[in-house]
């Protein structure tokens, strides 16, 4: 159906959810409204076979609300696999990075914000002809 999702919750149960739903709340809050348990382990993110960072286990591509103006999931940028996410080819570091909650492997916390913030400024520089920042 159209502007529906279903997610398997258990091997015998499925719950069915408007998509709206999901982006407004995101998927954590709408699971723990209809009761099912909610898993804390995060799960691997690959890119090209090779491992690149983890993002929560109720990850949800259809519910991302970038971090960056400069990126917008689109279809195929995620993928779910047997071993977790598989990210698409033409997602570059700064688009990983404006995923909420995607932790880069051998940083310790989330999506290296501020290398993100960072590379932002640097991009709005080159775009206005502005001098970084000292």
Do not use: C
Request: glycine residues 10%.
């Amino acid at each position: 159906m159209r502007g529906q999702v279903t997610y398997e919750v258990s091997p015998t149960q499925w719950v069915t959810v408007d998509v709206r739903m999901v982006q407004e709340y995101g998927l954590e809050e709408v699971m723990r409204h209809y009761g099912v348990e909610i898993p804390t382990e995060r799960l691997p993110v690959f890119q090209d076979g090779r491992r690149i960072g983890t993002v929560p286990a109720l990850f949800e591509p259809i519910a991302i609300k970038s971090r960056s103006f400069l990126y917008d999931v689109r279809p195929g940028d995620f993928k779910r696999t047997a071993d977790g996410w598989a990210a698409g080819r033409s997602l570059g570091p700064g688009d990983l990075d404006a995923v909420p909650d995607f932790i880069r492997d051998g940083e310790a916390d989330h999506h290296g914000q501020e290398r993100m913030v960072a590379e932002a400024f640097e991009v709005l520089g080159a775009l206005t002809g502005a001098l970084p920042r000292e």
